[in-house]
């Protein structure tokens, strides 16, 4: 679909270099923290570099069905699916201890900064519930204490 400002070609050079950029993350938790890390947490728009001026408004809506359409996928996922995804993504963070990690996700919740922002209601508290049940299993996994919240 084509709006002002934003040509046919931007629209597919844009698409393609996001395809490109999903594609080399390997697993489906982290093409969700990817696309929520384009918003904008001051204005609650999709950013992305390759964006011009006079195409970020269509970019925002691009990213923003992206974004929902792979988190209702990621939901809808089954517990044990989603326990080996966060798994795979911990495992691919070359720089960040697991336990470190982990102990981090307890005490900041940045779990919950990965639903976009008109997903409300049950898919919300599924996922938030379901990625709470999955950090009980890796706290005793890597041997995380409970959190210290005045950390």
């Known amino acids: ?8 070609n931007d629209r597919e050079v844009l698409q393609a270099t996001w395809t ?17 890390s384009l918003r904008n947490c001051d204005s609650g728009r999709y950013e992305h570099y390759a964006t011009e001026c006079s195409s970020r ?30 798994e795979s993504y911990i495992h691919g963070l070359d720089s960040i201890n ?3 990690l982990v102990d981090a996700w307890l005490r900041l919740t ?14 919300r508290e599924k996922h938030i519930s379901d990625f ?9 996994v890597y041997g995380v204490a409970s959190p210290d919240l005045t950390a």
């Open 57 to 86: 408004k269509s970019a925002h809506q691009d990213i923003l069905r992206l974004h929902e359409a792979i988190f209702r996928e990621w939901v809808n996922f089954t517990l044990e699916r989603k326990k080996a995804e966060i």
């Open 1 to 8: 679909m084509w709006s002002p400002g934003y040509g046919v």
């Open 98 to 100: 697991p336990a470190e």
């Open 110 to 123: 940045p779990y919950k900064n990965l639903v976009p922002a008109a997903i409300r209601g049950p898919e």
């Open 20 to 36: 490109r950029e999903l594609t080399e993350i390997e697993s489906a938790y982290g093409q969700l923290v990817y696309l929520a």
């Open 132 to 140: 709470e049940a999955i950090l009980g299993l890796l706290k005793n």
